[in-house]
């Protein structure tokens, strides 16, 4: 058979465990042991699942308590001097508290500091801690994790391959914090501690390592491409006769295969799901010396493997090759899907013939084993019978009625040029916005939503279980509402917001309120942290049967006479934090939603909402990571944004928000969506982001620069926000400037959201005086 290959493992736990222990530990609930143990649990569940499913290279070091790329900040001891008096106060004591303090920021005993900034992995929607680096920086081994975890696998008798990111993608994935050098320089300073790390798993007995080195698929300048050869000639030397891997994943190798495949690896991996016509001028290029692994079951979507096209591409390498220099793999970590397809049981939710369309993690590990199988030509009578059972689900997925609906094809087909256009320019809107609303300068709002409450999570839960009615679920989440409303008013904030307390997810809740979307109980993927989501399945075409959100903001702004903003998700978004069919263009995908969601604001401008956000935080995430695929995109990513929220008066406000994005290469992009307010993500950046829309390119309408990050439990001084306010205003005129938080209040607790807004509000107050 040939060896099966699987890049990574969920590491949330099946049921989130994993969550529920870290927040129990920022609690003070549960001790560091405590919170060691249930991870400890993960990890031998996880190994266990691999080994029992046949996956032969079993990835260790792919779990993480926070991040990934937080562990090698630490493990490589990249650590920013502003955490050194914590590290101090620790005794120098590279534990928990100062890996969730980086991760979360700190605030107590004294000690008042900022989390590091936070960014997308590449083009999904997880979140890593980007690591910062000066020009003096200096690297050192501060922490064996990698080890501990090989050896822990090993007391259990199972042999793993330890995941390491590559030292190039490393750096690049990087930050510097000081102008005048380049941070890919360090790779000198950075490669003696990468030649311990692989020299100690190593001596460990390590047989394979993977080195996880994404860059090699995507556009490189030249003086990169040039380290490659030189830098995995030294990290081969220093692994002492263990097996490296460089591992690739997310696109194809394209102008980078002669470099792939020349290096001094055992193995190079493929991404054929991303990149899956690769195949076809990378195997006249590889040596005999290398043996390639395919990664044809997908990482980062949860639809069943269809096993006549990937056995099509194994028997093509096997061709070629051998079957002994010929891997079958994932096509990258499965961190990116749920755990667990058995434990979805409700087909009110998830209908048996949708849920025979699917594959999650552990059944995408019996998908490389079928595929291993097949492939050697040596399957019993059971893979048989899977192989079937795999043929007849994508012909009954092909052929469904659920999927087709022709008057919403009709209906993307028929969209205008005039569709996707504003009446009015900007300015005129503005003038007429001015007069309806008269908001002052540096104008107060919020992202959208307030606390999720335990109480809030109870009532929804209860209602799903049958133990509260429907009216009583109402009337506590409109008391819930009207105390927003009121705790808003008396903070003084210009903008409110009705909180959305109604709300699971920002994505999900809309999901549950369209046509051709599936739902799952345990489908949960890691965001960030302990933050994870839970994203719907989009399996058929979409539509918006009835009004989703008009109710609930209807009912708040009767309770105010100050505006209270409509809140939508944005159709890009709502595609990028689904699970997308993949029968179709994305694009075509996203204008069936992007005209739900027009319906949607058209039904709130009707029932008196004159101001309405659109969040579209996944734009940046979804780009192409290859530039000469980016522009077509935001084309229509942009013209889809454009069709749900056009269509409206002059005097209508749209807003729309940003997060954790870099802009620079697509700000005259965003620009077109030509939202009236645009809210952005800025605090843990020290607004280095808002560089993007006063730059050479002077970004034409109102601007929100986030002045806290709400993913820090930590309070900020109202000093310290009115200094980041300046430096927005030395950059953006103020006559642009609105006053804002970085995201959605909905994972924080009242008491320091109270505070932080309080200042806030302040904040603007000062600015507005000093103007």
């Known amino acids: 058979?040939?060896?099966?290959?699987?890049?990574?493992?969920?590491?949330?736990?099946?049921?989130?465990?994993?969550?529920?222990?870290?927040?129990?530990?920022?609690?003070?609930?549960?001790?560091?042991?405590?919170?060691?143990?249930?991870?400890?649990?993960?990890?031998?569940?996880?190994?266990?699942?691999?080994?029992?499913?046949?996956?032969?290279?079993?990835?260790?070091?792919?779990?993480?308590?926070?991040?990934?790329?937080?562990?090698?900040?630490?493990?490589?001891?990249?650590?920013?001097?502003?955490?050194?008096?914590?590290?101090?106060?620790?005794?120098?004591?590279?534990?928990?508290?100062?890996?969730?303090?980086?991760?979360?920021?700190?605030?107590?005993?004294?000690?008042?500091?900022?989390?590091?900034?936070?960014?997308?992995?590449?083009?999904?929607?997880?979140?890593?801690?980007?690591?910062?680096?000066?020009?003096?920086?200096?690297?050192?081994?501060?922490?064996?994790?990698?080890?501990?975890?090989?050896?822990?696998?090993?007391?259990?008798?199972?042999?793993?391959?330890?995941?390491?990111?590559?030292?190039?993608?490393?750096?690049?994935?990087?930050?510097?914090?000081?102008?005048?050098?380049?941070?890919?320089?360090?790779?000198?300073?950075?490669?003696?501690?990468?030649?311990?790390?692989?020299?100690?798993?190593?001596?460990?007995?390590?047989?394979?390592?993977?080195?996880?080195?994404?860059?090699?698929?995507?556009?490189?300048?030249?003086?990169?491409?040039?380290?490659?050869?030189?830098?995995?000639?030294?990290?081969?030397?220093?692994?002492?006769?263990?097996?490296?891997?460089?591992?690739?994943?997310?696109?194809?190798?394209?102008?980078?295969?002669?470099?792939?495949?020349?290096?001094?690896?055992?193995?190079?991996?493929?991404?054929?799901?991303?990149?899956?016509?690769?195949?076809?001028?990378?195997?006249?290029?590889?040596?005999?010396?290398?043996?390639?692994?395919?990664?044809?079951v997908e990482g980062r979507n949860i639809w069943k493997n269809d096993y006549e096209k990937s056995l099509a591409k194994i028997e093509q390498a096997v061709s070629a090759l051998g079957k002994d220099r010929v891997w079958v793999g994932t096509s990258s970590s499965l961190l990116h899907v749920p755990y667990d397809l058995d434990s979805e049981k409700k087909e009110d939710t998830l209908p048996a013939e949708v849920k025979n369309w699917l594959a999650f993690a552990k059944q995408k590990l019996a998908e490389v084993k079928d595929l291993a199988v097949l492939a050697d030509d040596d399957a019993d009578a059971e893979t048989t019978e899977r192989y079937q059972a795999n043929k007849a689900a994508a012909e009954s997925r092909r052929t469904s009625p659920l999927i087709h609906k022709p008057e919403v094809k009709t209906r993307v087909s028929n969209i205008t040029d005039d569709d996707a256009k504003r009446t009015s320019l900007f300015e005129a809107r503005k003038e007429a916005q001015k007069a309806k609303f008269g908001l002052p300068d540096f104008a107060t709002t919020t992202i959208g939503s307030f606390p999720q409450t335990k109480d809030v999570r109870k009532w929804r839960a209860d209602l799903k279980k049958g133990l509260i009615s429907q009216e009583e679920y109402d009337k506590a989440i409109a008391e819930e509402t009207e105390s927003a409303i009121r705790l808003q008013e008396q903070l003084d904030i210009d903008v409110l917001v009705h909180g959305e307390f109604e709300r699971n997810d920002m994505v999900e809740y809309f999901g549950e309120q369209l046509a051709g979307y599936a739902f799952t109980q345990y489908g949960w993927v890691q965001s960030y942290g302990s933050r994870c989501v839970k994203p719907p399945v989009i399996y058929g075409d979409v539509y918006r049967p009835a009004d989703m959100t008009v109710r609930w903001s209807a009912y708040a702004q009767s309770l105010t006479d100050r505006p209270v903003k409509g809140m939508l998700t944005g159709p890009v978004t709502i595609l990028q934090w689904s699970f997308v069919r993949n029968d179709q263009p994305r694009s075509t995908t996203t204008y069936q939603i992007a005209l739900a969601i027009l319906d949607e604001v058209q039904a709130l401008e009707k029932a008196g909402i004159k101001i309405i956000q659109i969040d579209e935080p996944a734009i940046r995430e979804g780009l192409p990571l290859r530039k000469a695929d980016q522009q077509d995109y935001l084309d229509w990513s942009v013209r889809a944004f454009r069709v749900s929220s056009s269509n409206v008066e002059d005097d209508t406000q749209i807003h729309t928000h940003m997060c954790y994005s870099e802009f620079n290469d697509i700000i005259r992009d965003i620009a077109a969506m030509d939202a009236d307010v645009i809210t952005i993500e800025t605090s843990r950046s020290q607004m280095e982001l808002l560089d993007a829309f006063a730059g050479e390119f002077k970004y034409p309408n109102d601007i929100g620069p986030g002045v806290y990050d709400i993913h820090s439990p930590r309070v900020p001084s109202t000093e310290e926000m009115v200094d980041l306010l300046r430096k927005a205003k030395a950059v953006v005129p103020a006559k642009q400037l609105w006053v804002n938080p970085d995201c959605g209040l909905k994972t924080r607790a009242w008491p320091e959201t109270k505070a932080a807004l309080k200042g806030m509000v302040e904040a603007a107050k000062i600015l507005r005086a000093e103007a």
Request: charged share 25%.
């Open 1 to 296: 058979m040939l060896l099966t290959n699987n890049l990574g493992y969920p590491r949330v736990g099946p049921f989130r465990e994993l969550k529920k222990a870290n927040e129990a530990y920022w609690a003070k609930k549960i001790s560091a042991e405590e919170l060691q143990q249930v991870a400890k649990s993960i990890r031998e569940n996880n190994w266990k699942t691999q080994q029992d499913a046949g996956i032969k290279l079993i990835p260790s070091n792919d779990f993480s308590f926070y991040d990934q790329v937080l562990d090698l900040s630490l493990t490589v001891g990249a650590i920013p001097s502003r955490y050194n008096s914590l590290l101090n106060k620790l005794d120098n004591n590279y534990s928990l508290d100062l890996y969730f303090a980086i991760a979360r920021g700190f605030q107590e005993d004294g000690i008042d500091v900022t989390a590091s900034e936070m960014t997308k992995w590449f083009d999904t929607n997880y979140h890593y801690i980007v690591p910062e680096f000066t020009k003096d920086q200096s690297f050192k081994l501060s922490s064996e994790k990698f080890l501990n975890e090989y050896k822990e696998a090993k007391e259990l008798g199972i042999e793993t391959k330890p995941v390491i990111i590559g030292p190039i993608t490393y750096l690049l994935i990087g930050k510097e914090k000081e102008v005048g050098f380049d941070r890919i320089d360090l790779i000198d300073r950075l490669l003696p501690v990468y030649e311990q790390i692989l020299g100690k798993l190593a001596d460990a007995g390590a047989q394979y390592i993977q080195i996880d080195e994404p860059y090699l698929a995507l556009d490189l300048e030249e003086k990169v491409k040039a380290l490659y050869p030189s830098i995995f000639e030294k990290l081969n030397a220093a692994a002492k006769g263990a097996k490296l891997i460089a591992t690739t994943y997310f696109e194809a190798l394209q102008d980078n295969e002669d470099i792939a495949v020349n290096l001094p690896v055992h193995a190079l991996h493929l991404d054929l799901v991303r990149g899956e016509n690769q195949l076809d001028t990378v195997l006249a290029k590889v040596p005999a010396s290398l043996t390639l692994s395919l990664g044809v």
